[in-house]
């Protein structure tokens, strides 16, 4: 009850504040060491959700190689800084894990939204009794089938995945998903099949990459530690991906476009902050965050302009197109080309003409 009690005090207490002119705080936790592209799609997402509401405080925790001291050292930082945030968006499974072990702490009215993460365990969420969240859910189907549709002379499909509990079972649903398809190409997982089960190495990763087949494309589901379980940053993976890409790469979100990758069904980084911040909206106009049921974050069709020219691929007529290949315009009095080809060999068919009347006997 008493709890219950201190945040509606918080709830009525808000309207005075935004009237008095104190600024609002939503605090958002990264499970990354330092900015990257999903990262600031993310934060541009929920910032122009929240508008003027809400101003949006990042913190970067780091990852999979946080351990318990930077754990507390960045505890340390945020309780000296004694902010009291609306609400608390994580992003991420190391940051949803830094908001359960020390919110109450930093923040103890603060509700928790965690977003990136497919849907906690259910002890996990009945444990966190100020949380509601976004879970991202994939259609490892529906991403096969795009690969068909847009390249139905497909013959091999390379899978891309780490070790993790995660990548195993993104591997499985990828198998599940090529059984209407095994009769006109193959599934390999290089690092993963028999005889060749140590995992990969970015080294590895980057041979693998630069030698698909021509008529392969490259899956991609997601690489966070290599095989000896040492984390990969997403700055060495995009450069990666950068510089090795011999094929169309699907991915499953938006964290490596511009990349060369071709894109697929995705989970948006600025989507999923749109969404945050309209939960944080809700909060903010009395909704009981207890009563609000995790609302799924479903992928969208996004596919890169300049990568589907270099592949030769089609884009559907539904898909959002980002990266379009630049067009160089002519200029306004340049004739055009073909234009002047014919207008040459008209010039040429009627100077023949006069000349062969000239001699003509």
């Known amino acids: 009850m008493l709890k219950l009690a201190t ?8 309207p005075t504040l935004a009237i008095s ?11 990354e060491s330092s900015p990257t592209e999903w990262t600031k799609s ?19 925790l780091g990852q999979e190689d946080m351990d318990e001291d930077d754990f507390d050292t960045v505890f340390h930082q945020l309780l000296q800084a004694h902010r009291t945030p609306l609400a608390v968006v994580t992003d991420g499974r190391i940051a949803f894990a830094f ?21 906690p365990a ?28 847009l390249r139905p002379e497909t013959q091999t499909v390379v899978g891309i995945a780490d070790g993790t509990t995660q990548g195993k079972a993104r591997m499985e649903a990828v198998t599940k998903a090529m059984c209407p398809y095994m ?63 011999s094929s169309p790469t699907f991915v499953l979100d938006d ?36 009563e609000m049921l995790p609302q799924p974050v479903h992928s969208e069709l996004i596919l890169d302009g300049k990568a589907l020219a270099r592949f030769g691929i089609s884009a559907p007529d539904k898909a959002t197109i ?15 080309a073909n234009a002047a080809g014919w207008g040459v060999g008209i010039i040429l068919c009627v100077g023949l003409f006069f000349l062969f009347r000239r001699y003509k006997p």
């Not at 609002?24 to 936790?29: D, K, N, R, T």
Request: include cysteine.
């Open 322 to 336: 980002v990266n379009p290949p630049e067009v160089v315009a002519e200029a306004e009095n340049a004739i055009p």
């Open 255 to 290: 964290a490596f476009m511009g990349t060369g990758i071709v894109g697929g069904l995705m989970i948006s980084g600025k989507t999923v902050g749109l969404d945050a911040a309209r939960l944080v909206d809700r909060i903010l106009h009395g909704a009981n965050v207890q």
């Open 7 to 14: 945040a509606f005090g918080i709830l009525l207490l808000i």
């Open 183 to 245: 009769d006109r190409a193959q599934l390999i997982f290089p690092g993963h099949e028999t005889g060749d089960e140590a995992g990969l190495d970015l080294d590895g990763l980057s041979t693998v990459l630069s030698s698909i087949p021509s008529r392969g494309v490259t899956l991609f589901l997601g690489f966070s530690e290599d095989r000896e379980g040492e984390p990969v940053l997403d700055e060495s993976m995009a450069a990666t991906l950068k510089t090795r890409i």
């Open 122 to 149: 259910p002890y996990i969420l009945s444990s966190c009794k100020n949380c509601t969240g976004l879970p991202v859910e994939y259609s490892i189907q529906a991403v096969v089938d795009l690969i068909f549709n």
């Open 42 to 60: 993310f934060a541009s997402g929920l910032e122009e959700g929240l508008e003027s509401i809400a101003e949006v405080h990042q913190e970067f």
């Open 21 to 31: 002119g104190e600024p609002l705080e939503v605090i958002l936790l990264h499970s």
């Open 99 to 119: 908001a359960r072990k020390y919110g109450q702490e930093l923040f103890p009215d603060a509700p928790v939204i965690f977003c990136s993460i497919p849907r």
